[in-house]
């Protein structure tokens, strides 16, 4: 997905723009939000990169792909979407939110678990309560979907595949600004988690630049 492990990719693809619509600029809360995903410490198995967001979800919005990659083959992917809305939500309770999708393909062991559902909604808390984050309205579908194989594909074994969808609000901090960066890491230990890997306990993780551009996505 992005060309070096622990790093964004300078491929935005217009991703960076400086405004959200005729004569609006960004606010500072989400330009600081931005630059806080900037700087965020991921584990070094990631592969991240900016994305065009979606449209129309909130006055603003910035997203980002990620893998998890193990040489060439991808072991869990996902996007998660940084929205904005200075007026306030009130489905949110909040001015921001995260929201996210997240897949892998599971071990046939695993994928026959019953409990697998309920396993991975809290896979996602419990990563944004490991890092001890405040968050709130937490919501979404744990979707499991399996696939067999005929014909000339028929030397597959079967597949299944988990995919998480959600969507919370992080507390705001100091200046209305939510720490992001660490909401982004709890979001790459998930990822790690959806693709076997074992935890890290390191605290040495590599620091994540994004190249600087023209300023965060909005729609």
């Keep these: 997905m992005a060309p070096a492990q622990g790093q964004f990719s300078d491929h935005s693809e217009g991703?960076?723009?400086?405004?959200?619509?005729?004569?609006?600029?960004?606010?500072?809360?989400?330009?600081?939000?931005?630059?806080?995903?900037?700087?965020?410490?991921?584990?070094?198995?990631?592969?991240?990169?900016?994305?065009?967001?979606?449209?129309?979800?909130?006055?603003?919005?910035?997203?980002?792909?990620?893998?998890?990659?193990?040489?060439?083959?991808?072991?869990?992917?996902?996007?998660?979407?940084?929205?904005?809305?200075?007026?306030?939500?009130?489905?949110?309770?909040?001015?921001?939110?995260?929201?996210?999708?997240?897949?892998?393909?599971?071990?046939?062991?695993?994928?026959?678990?019953?409990?697998?559902?309920?396993?991975?909604?809290?896979?996602?808390?419990?990563?944004?309560?490991?890092?001890?984050?405040?968050?709130?309205?937490?919501g979404g579908t744990v979707t499991r979907a399996g696939s067999h194989y005929f014909g000339a594909l028929s030397a597959r074994r079967p597949a299944t595949q988990i995919e998480i969808r959600a969507s919370w609000t992080p507390r705001e901090g100091r200046g209305g600004v939510p720490d992001v960066a660490a909401h982004l890491a709890a979001w790459g230990d998930l990822l790690c988690q959806l693709a076997g890997l074992p935890p890290s306990d390191s605290v040495d993780a590599a620091v994540v630049t994004l190249p600087q551009r023209r300023g965060p996505q909005v729609p």
């Excluded at 129309?56 to 809305?85: I, K, M, S, T």
């Excluded at 019953?114 to 944004?128: K, N, R």
Aim: some cysteine.
């Design 15 to 138: 991703a960076d723009t400086e405004g959200s619509g005729e004569g609006e600029l960004v606010p500072p809360a989400f330009r600081s939000a931005v630059e806080g995903l900037r700087s965020a410490q991921l584990r070094p198995e990631l592969e991240v990169e900016p994305t065009r967001p979606p449209q129309r979800l909130a006055p603003h919005a910035y997203a980002l792909e990620a893998a998890v990659v193990d040489g060439d083959e991808d072991l869990a992917d996902g996007r998660l979407v940084l929205l904005h809305d200075p007026s306030g939500h009130d489905a949110w309770k909040g001015t921001f939110r995260l929201v996210t999708l997240v897949r892998a393909e599971l071990e046939p062991e695993m994928a026959a678990d019953p409990l697998l559902p309920e396993v991975c909604w809290t896979w996602l808390t419990g990563a944004l309560d490991a890092r001890g984050l405040a968050y709130g309205e937490a």
